[in-house]
């Protein structure tokens, strides 16, 4: 039997995931299958359970459960620790291990995809989710100037912000709600918010964007709002599809030791 791979979220019908992996698997000759599975608002660990019974080595987890998913393992890596939301399993030993390859995929992104590293610059981050979790300590490890997290209950953003400052090495952390955004300006504007899902805009002011400054949406596969909203301020725009194909790249890694290229595979993602 080949082993078994899969993502599982809530919704999962429109995930590029399985048939990325399939392209990395034929291109590093691995033979293996990856499935798309919806999981129960409330059935995230049965699933799981399902899953792992049936023969399931790994699987990449997505919204709404990388926290939830955190909670199942048993152990994980440093970073999904730092991050407390799990992104990516591996379920072929004695108990579920996790990690997260989010931030390792954004910044891969920025920097290698998009040459827009956020050293130096202010970000603003938008959500609190596991999304924005899972990228919140890279960011600010990676020599961003200040960073901003933004959310609509701000308990949330202010309870991700407190986790990470203070640890050294990291930028200067805020927390706020979008009423308090009015006069300020951002180089870097993240959405890690699932706004684009309900096809929302979150309430952003005019003049967030400074010159030059790059708005990337995590959402990929779709136009949204807010890649509408940056495109009428005449700003840079991206949409997640790198990450995607990024993190995704780190998780085959963990899985199989090989690490496959990405550039085809994003290229291919884009067109389509
Ligand atoms: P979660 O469900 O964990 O979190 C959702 C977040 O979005 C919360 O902060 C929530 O705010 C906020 N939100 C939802 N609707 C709105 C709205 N209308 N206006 C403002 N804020 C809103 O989701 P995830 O963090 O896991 O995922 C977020 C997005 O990132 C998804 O679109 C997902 O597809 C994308 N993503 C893309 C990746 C990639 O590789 N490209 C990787 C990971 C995620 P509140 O707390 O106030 O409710």
Redesign the pocket.
Known sequence: MMDRYAVIGNPVAHSKSPWIHAEFARATGQRMSYLRIEAPLKGFARTVDAFRASGGRGANV???F??EAFAYCASTSVRAGAARAV?TLRLDRDSPWGDNT?GA?LLRDLEANLGVAPRGRRVLL?????????VLEPLAKAGAAAIVVV???IA?AQALVARVAGDPGVARLGACGYADLAGESFDMVIN???????D?L?PLPAGLFAPQALAYD???GRDTPFLAFARDAGVRTAD??G??VE?AAESFFLWRGVRPATRAVLAALRVG
């Open positions: 997505t919204l709404p990388k926290r992104n989010d995929g938008m959500g609190a989710g596991g999304a924005a979790q899972g959310n609509r209950d949330k890690a918010t699932s706004s684009g899902l309900s929302e979150p995590m959402m990929y997640g599809s990450m995607l993190q």
